[in-house]
């Protein structure tokens, strides 16, 4: 299963690369196939078998997910949208986008909404599975520590009073309806303005989402020693007026002050864990002495959590003046 699930994982970053290339021969179900040296059957199988949905349905709604970001943001026509994702015409993708959305591409375009989109699935994830690191390979970067004020904006988000961690939050969020990790990432992925977001143009729920943890007295005692609520969400301008999901919540954070630990780009399947100690130590240990501050855990302060292996891994934590 281990190594169905690397395998199964490049034929997921396969079909992305090659939607956003509209590269329609290499999306088909024996190219895919080749890619992975099996049966058509056999890849079909282990597909639904790893990842709880057939293939050409995943395919289909990813195709839609871009499309639709296309569709928001650009200024193509429809048709040209529908035939670089592959529809025969305007009305073939017109009822695929209706039956996924609930609404046409030319509405959504008038009246951008809150949608569910199908954001990539990823298999193969080694800390998840519990294998840790592997070989010896450690970054060179230190960890950057510095100070920066951040303009006031709002955090759109969900919350769990009891999980410890990223893996339990959502192991605790999917028990909940409409809270679990697909409808929540859909749903984020699909706004529009998110602060974080990488351009807006890639549909991954790891653009513009972040983990965030609220200091609260009502939530859970953390190693850091003080109590605190787990989130997850997005920032979004200060005059942001869109929708809000009725899940989730909505809370303005006013203009403050952060101390900022950042390490840089690092070997995810074989850093993960000694950058997260690193960081971690870097925290716990951190002088305020020649400073004018201190952490900040009042109530409401929010501690943000980016994660990007490709960028970088950082805590940005509220700070008070001595």
């Known amino acids: 299963m281990y190594e169905w699930r690397k395998q199964i994982q490049i034929v997921v970053d396969e079909i992305d690369e090659s939607i956003k290339n509209h590269n329609d021969e290499a999306l088909t179900l024996n190219a ?47 048709l040209d949208i529908a035939f670089d994702y592959g529809f025969s015409s305007n009305e073939a993708f017109s009822r695929a986008f209706k039956k996924a959305y609930g609404i046409t591409p030319s509405k959504y375009r008038k009246n951008p909404k809150t949608l569910i989109l199908r954001t990539k699935i990823n298999p193969f994830d080694r800390y998840f599975l519990g294998f840790g690191e592997i070989g010896m390979i450690k970054s060179t970067d230190d960890i950057k520590i510095y100070f920066v004020t951040i303009p006031a904006h709002k955090f759109l988000h969900i ?59 009502s939530g859970r005692l953390c190693d850091w020693g003080f109590p605190r609520t787990e989130c997850y969400g997005v920032r979004l301008p200060f005059d942001f007026s869109g929708e809000v999901p009725p899940q989730m919540l909505m809370v303005d954070v006013p203009e403050d002050e952060y101390i900022v630990f950042e390490h840089g780009p690092f070997d995810y399947e074989q850093e993960n864990r000694s950058v997260e100690e690193k960081i971690e130590k870097a925290m716990s240990t951190f002088d305020f002495s020649n400073t004018n501050y201190t952490f900040d855990t009042s109530p409401g302060r929010i501690i943000y959590f980016y994660f990007d292996p490709k960028k970088h891994f950082k805590y940005i934590r509220p700070v008070k003046r001595k």
Request: one cysteine or more.
């Open 32 to 78: 895919l196939s080749k890619k992975l040296g099996y049966s058509k059957f056999h890849t079909t199988r282990k597909f639904k078998e790893i990842s709880g949905m057939q293939l050409r349905d995943y395919l289909r709604k990813r195709k839609l997910a871009f499309a639709l970001k296309e569709v928001r943001d650009s200024k193509k026509t429809i």
């Open 159 to 217: 919350k769990n009073y009891e999980s410890n961690g990223y893996w339990d939050f959502w192991q605790k969020q999917n028990l909940i309806p409409g809270q679990d990790y697909e409808t929540i990432c859909g749903l984020l992925d699909s706004i529009k303005g998110k602060l974080d977001d990488n351009g807006g143009s890639e549909v991954n729920s790891a653009s513009g989402q972040i983990m965030a943890y609220i200091n609260d007295p």
